[in-house]
């Protein structure tokens, strides 16, 4: 996607030289060529074809303007909505299937009459409590844990006071109690059925309702309590607890969801649900003339419309045309577009990257809109908005305005209706207002609040002036209040993925970058202090030069930052650092040769660390570029004195390149402008003026400014803009009395008036 990142990375030499590829104007020409081309063929593919303009288009609620018959057969569809609406209707209609396991039933009641056998016998007999509860805990382990220590003595002193024939009929009551529960069918919880579409369930070959059958998990909870009072089970108040632990003891589910042939079924339900909503014969009436639309009018007029476009296309002569018709459509577009970004948008004109870029939001925003067309989804989802915001940030609001406004018309074409095209250029416009100056991540709250109120009252408005149902009005506003929220926040999701794809850092990214306690930054003011108070003055001259031209403040001031943060591998071999050595030089005992590759080699570990540490590309290409190809002129005369044989003034030079952009050229000047403003003994606008007007003359005039784009008119407001941050920066001040008094010495003395270091 990015040439330079790839042949930086297959030829070292791009690399530790700083050397750029370069497109040709040929091969960008070819490439802006095919990039259309593919651009119109995706717009012209994704175009849908219209509705024949024979089939008038009616809308509910009104009145038919004249007798319309079928012209042959043919059949409509039901929507998806109604279809997937009588296919749940089709499967809630199919009860839930229960599996019955009949020996459930007769193994619960043979442990039911041996266990009541056996109790009643131990709980009878004459011995102490303990030696009974041993005697029921070792033949009936189970049932003596399920039973607690009351319900025991209840059921004991039952027992005792009842006698055979009593006992008998307890026992005959109880069984047929059990068998009565065993019968009807037991189920272990209903929650799972009732989850299902249908109360109704089937077991075996019977349909019954869910309530005709028992829970396990409620009769254990308290639902067997009454059935045993209805059954008649002579018991007193005291014992009806104990009956009740004692019964739902042998309680066991006998109905088991069969899930699977529960599905089988539902699904067979689904799939016999016919498609088709009804047939119109040839010459059959489909509404009569000033008969009131209704829905059923509606969907036979679309039904007939999608059928006699296909029976047009089913011509390949026809068929030609359409696809004809949508590229010209598409190519009249995609040139007006290119045309606009020729003349006014130079800048990303010229670069591959952003012209992608565009292809790719555009070509996106495009394959939804037609989804949503084929489809039939809500028309208002189509995220323009979404487009316009990203494009607004990544490159510039002029051109997210003009792109949004010629995908609205092309929507417009798209769903053959106008108010689509008013409400997506219209809430695009709004979309790019609310984030033209964003700069933190929360400043997207905004176009959450804009993007869905202007949704609702542009949607409300085009609706009501067409006569549409208040309920209408609300269902095609509620589509538009999600987008207009969804956009904002699909758009900060987007934006870092963008960023690192095309190598684009937005004004976010930039402010993040600008935080002076960056650990790069902060390691610089450690280890290069003079170059860190060189970048933060040079930042102030570059950002007012920037907003005097109209070229990006921000990036010019953090790209001031981090120009030269590979002098902190080897500041004392910088002037501004030396102080730190007490002035010592260490250039003094080197050859100009060396010391030039010392001063030049601070840009290759300049690109290193900003490789290392992640900084963006465009601030990384400032630190070769605010050199340029520029001479370094100490050590060149330098080395002429010292009359070193084979001298060229080219080896001299910077690497390069030279400043791309208008940022880049702003901080050539600002960069020599600070440097040699501290040499002004004379500091007064005029002498500042004369230097600043001299350096950009010289840089001018060696051609290092030839890339860049600056123009004559932008050099005169740069030079207008420096003159102030430097009398600022360079201001006197009045002497403190020591100051006086030494001056005065000294010219009574005879000595020169020299500054003193403070």
Same mark, same amino acid.
């Given at each position: 996607?990015?040439l330079?990142?790839?042949?930086r990375?297959w030829w070292p030499?791009l690399g530790?030289?700083?050397?750029?590829?370069?497109?040709t104007?040929?091969?960008?020409?070819?490439?802006?060529?095919?990039?259309?081309?593919?651009?119109?063929?995706?717009?012209?593919?994704?175009?849908?074809?219209?509705?024949?303009?024979?089939?008038?288009?009616?809308?509910?609620?009104?009145v038919?303007?004249?007798?319309?018959?079928?012209?042959?057969?043919?059949?409509?569809?039901?929507?998806?909505?109604r279809?997937?609406?009588?296919?749940q209707?089709?499967e809630?209609?199919?009860?839930?299937?229960?599996?019955?396991?009949?020996?459930?039933?007769a193994?619960?009641?043979?442990r039911f009459?041996?266990?009541?056998?056996?109790?009643i016998?131990?709980?009878?007999?004459?011995?102490?409590?303990?030696?009974?509860?041993?005697?029921?805990?070792r033949?009936?382990?189970?049932l003596?844990?399920?039973?607690?220590?009351?319900?025991q003595? %209840?059921?004991g $002193? *039952?027992?005792?006071?009842?006698?055979?024939?009593? &006992?008998?009929?307890?026992? =005959?009551?109880c +069984? !047929? @109690?059990?068998?009565?529960l065993?019968?009807?069918?037991?189920?272990?919880?209903?929650?799972?059925?009732?989850?299902?579409?249908?109360?109704?369930?089937?077991?075996e070959?019977?349909?019954?309702?869910?309530?005709?059958?028992?829970?396990v998990?409620?009769?254990?909870k308290?639902?067997l309590?009454?059935?045993?009072?209805?059954?008649?089970?002579?018991?007193?108040?005291?014992?009806?607890? %104990?009956?009740? $632990? *004692?019964?739902?003891?042998?309680?066991?589910?006998? &109905?088991?969801?069969?899930? =699977?042939?529960? +599905? !089988? @079924?539902?699904?067979?339900a689904?799939r016999?649900?016919?498609?088709i909503?009804?047939?119109y014969?040839q010459?059959e009436?489909?509404?009569?003339?000033?008969?009131?639309?209704?829905?059923?009018?509606?969907e036979?007029?679309n039904?007939?419309?999608?059928?006699?476009?296909?029976?047009?296309?089913?011509?390949?002569?026809?068929?030609?045309?359409?696809?004809?018709?949508?590229?010209?459509? %598409?190519?009249?577009l995609?040139?007006?577009?290119?045309?606009?970004?020729?003349?006014?948008?130079?800048?990303?004109?010229?670069?591959?990257?952003?012209?992608?870029?565009?292809?790719?939001?555009?070509?996106?925003t495009?394959?939804?809109?037609?989804?949503?067309k084929?489809?039939?989804?809500?028309t208002?989802?189509?995220?323009t908005?979404?487009?316009?915001?990203?494009?607004t940030?990544?490159?510039?609001?002029?051109?997210?305005?003009?792109l949004?406004?010629?995908?609205a018309?092309?929507?417009?074409?798209?769903?053959?209706?106008?108010?689509?095209?008013?409400?997506?250029?219209?809430?695009?416009?709004?979309?790019?207002?609310?984030v033209?100056h964003?700069?933190?991540?929360?400043q997207?709250?905004?176009?959450?609040?804009f993007?869905p109120?202007?949704y609702?009252?542009?949607?409300?408005?085009?609706?009501?002036?067409?006569?549409?149902?208040?309920?209408?009005?609300?269902?095609?506003?509620l589509?538009?209040?999600?987008?207009?929220?969804?956009?904002?926040?699909?758009?900060?999701?987007?934006?870092?993925?963008c960023?690192?794809?095309?190598?684009?850092t937005?004004?976010?990214?930039?402010?993040?970058?600008?935080?002076?306690?960056?650990?790069?930054?902060?390691?610089?003011a450690?280890?290069?202090?003079?170059?860190y108070?060189?970048?933060?003055?040079m930042?102030?001259?570059?950002?007012?030069?920037?907003?005097?031209?109209?070229?990006?403040?921000?990036?010019?001031?953090?790209?001031?930052?981090?120009?030269?943060?590979g002098?902190m591998?080897?500041?004392?071999?910088?002037?501004?650092?030396?102080?730190?050595?007490?002035?010592?030089?260490p250039?003094?005992?080197?050859?100009?040769?060396?010391?030039?590759?010392?001063?030049?080699?601070?840009?290759?570990?300049?690109?290193?660390?900003?490789?290392?540490?992640?900084?963006?590309?465009?601030i990384?290409?400032?630190?070769?570029?605010?050199h340029?190809?520029t001479?370094?002129?100490?050590f060149?005369?330098r080395?002429?004195?010292?009359?070193?044989?084979?001298?060229?003034?080219?080896?001299?030079r910077?690497?390069?390149?030279?400043?791309?952009t208008?940022?880049?050229g702003?901080?050539?000047?600002?960069?020599?402008?600070?440097?040699?403003?501290r040499?002004l003994?004379?500091?007064?606008?005029d002498?500042?003026?004369?230097?600043?007007?001299?350096?950009?003359?010289?840089?001018?005039?060696?051609?290092?400014?030839?890339?860049?784009?600056?123009?004559?008119?932008?050099?005169?407001?740069?030079?207008e803009?420096?003159?102030?941050?430097l009398?600022g920066?360079?201001?006197?001040r009045?002497?403190y009395?020591?100051?006086?008094?030494?001056?005065?010495?000294?010219?009574?003395?005879?000595h020169?008036l020299?500054?003193r270091?403070?």
């Amino acid at each position: 996607m990015d040439l330079d990142l790839l042949l930086r990375r297959w030829w070292p030499r791009l690399g530790t030289r700083g050397y750029k590829f370069r497109w040709t104007l040929q091969s960008l020409q070819v490439y802006r060529l095919v990039l259309a081309a593919a651009v119109i063929g995706l717009l012209a593919y994704l175009s849908p074809s219209q509705r024949p303009y024979s089939i008038t288009r009616l809308r509910v609620g009104s009145v038919a303007p004249e007798r319309i018959n079928a012209p042959f057969l043919f059949y409509v569809r039901k929507t998806e909505e109604r279809l997937e609406k009588e296919r749940q209707e089709a499967e809630r209609a199919v009860p839930t299937v229960l599996r019955l396991t009949p020996q459930v039933h007769a193994l619960q009641l043979a442990r039911f009459d041996s266990s009541l056998t056996v109790l009643i016998a131990d709980l009878r007999l004459q011995m102490p409590e303990a030696a009974k509860q041993r005697r029921l805990q070792r033949e009936l382990p189970q049932l003596t844990s399920a039973l607690s220590a009351a319900s025991q003595r %209840a059921l004991g $002193e *039952l027992f005792a006071n009842s006698n055979s024939g009593q &006992l008998e009929f307890f026992q =005959g009551t109880c +069984r !047929r @109690l059990l068998v009565e529960l065993y019968t009807t069918g037991l189920v272990s919880s209903k929650s799972e059925i009732l989850n299902s579409f249908t109360p109704q369930v089937r077991v075996e070959e019977r349909e019954v309702s869910l309530d005709a059958i028992y829970s396990v998990e409620a009769l254990e909870k308290g639902d067997l309590i009454p059935l045993i009072e209805g059954a008649g089970v002579p018991t007193g108040p005291e014992a009806l607890t %104990a009956v009740h $632990e *004692l019964l739902s003891f042998f309680i066991e589910p006998n &109905l088991i969801l069969d899930a =699977g042939e529960t +599905r !089988r @079924l539902r699904s067979e339900a689904r799939r016999s649900v016919a498609r088709i909503q009804r047939p119109y014969l040839q010459n059959e009436m489909i509404i009569d003339k000033n008969a009131k639309v209704e829905q059923d009018h509606v969907e036979a007029l679309n039904a007939l419309a999608d059928k006699l476009a296909e029976q047009e296309l089913a011509d390949p002569a026809t068929r030609l045309l359409q696809v004809a018709a949508a590229l010209v459509i %598409a190519t009249f577009l995609v040139l007006v577009f290119g045309y606009y970004l020729s003349i006014l948008e130079a800048e990303i004109y010229q670069k591959p990257g952003h012209l992608l870029l565009l292809a790719i939001i555009g070509g996106a925003t495009v394959a939804v809109a037609s989804y949503i067309k084929t489809n039939e989804v809500h028309t208002y989802l189509v995220p323009t908005p979404l487009a316009a915001m990203l494009v607004t940030v990544l490159l510039s609001p002029r051109v997210g305005l003009v792109l949004s406004t010629l995908l609205a018309l092309y929507l417009g074409n798209l769903f053959g209706d106008f108010s689509v095209a008013l409400i997506c250029g219209l809430t695009s416009a709004v979309a790019v207002y609310t984030v033209r100056h964003v700069r933190h991540r929360n400043q997207f709250y905004r176009a959450m609040v804009f993007l869905p109120l202007s949704y609702a009252l542009l949607i409300a408005a085009s609706d009501l002036s067409r006569f549409m149902a208040l309920e209408e009005v609300y269902l095609h506003v509620l589509p538009g209040i999600f987008i207009g929220v969804a956009a904002p926040i699909l758009t900060t999701g987007l934006l870092p993925i963008c960023e690192s794809l095309f190598h684009i850092t937005t004004d976010i990214t930039l402010l993040e970058l600008s935080d002076l306690n960056r650990p790069l930054l902060r390691e610089l003011a450690i280890r290069a202090p003079g170059t860190y108070t060189h970048s933060l003055i040079m930042a102030n001259l570059s950002e007012a030069a920037a907003e005097a031209i109209g070229a990006n403040p921000l990036l010019a001031r953090v790209g001031c930052y981090y120009h030269d943060i590979g002098k902190m591998l080897k500041p004392e071999y910088f002037t501004e650092n030396q102080g730190l050595q007490g002035g010592r030089n260490p250039h003094n005992n080197l050859t100009p040769t060396m010391s030039m590759l010392i001063i030049t080699a601070h840009v290759k570990d300049g690109l290193e660390l900003a490789e290392e540490h992640g900084l963006p590309r465009s601030i990384a290409d400032l630190i070769p570029q605010h050199h340029g190809t520029t001479v370094i002129e100490y050590f060149y005369n330098r080395a002429i004195e010292m009359g070193i044989e084979n001298i060229r003034r080219d080896d001299f030079r910077y690497d390069g390149p030279k400043p791309q952009t208008r940022e880049a050229g702003v901080l050539m000047l600002a960069d020599s402008v600070e440097s040699a403003a501290r040499t002004l003994m004379e500091r007064t606008p005029d002498r500042a003026r004369q230097l600043v007007r001299s350096i950009i003359q010289q840089k001018y005039s060696a051609g290092e400014l030839d890339e860049c784009g600056l123009t004559m008119r932008d050099l005169h407001k740069i030079e207008e803009s420096f003159i102030p941050v430097l009398m600022g920066t360079l201001h006197s001040r009045v002497d403190y009395p020591w100051q006086r008094h030494e001056k005065k010495a000294r010219k009574e003395l005879g000595h020169p008036l020299q500054p003193r270091n403070s």
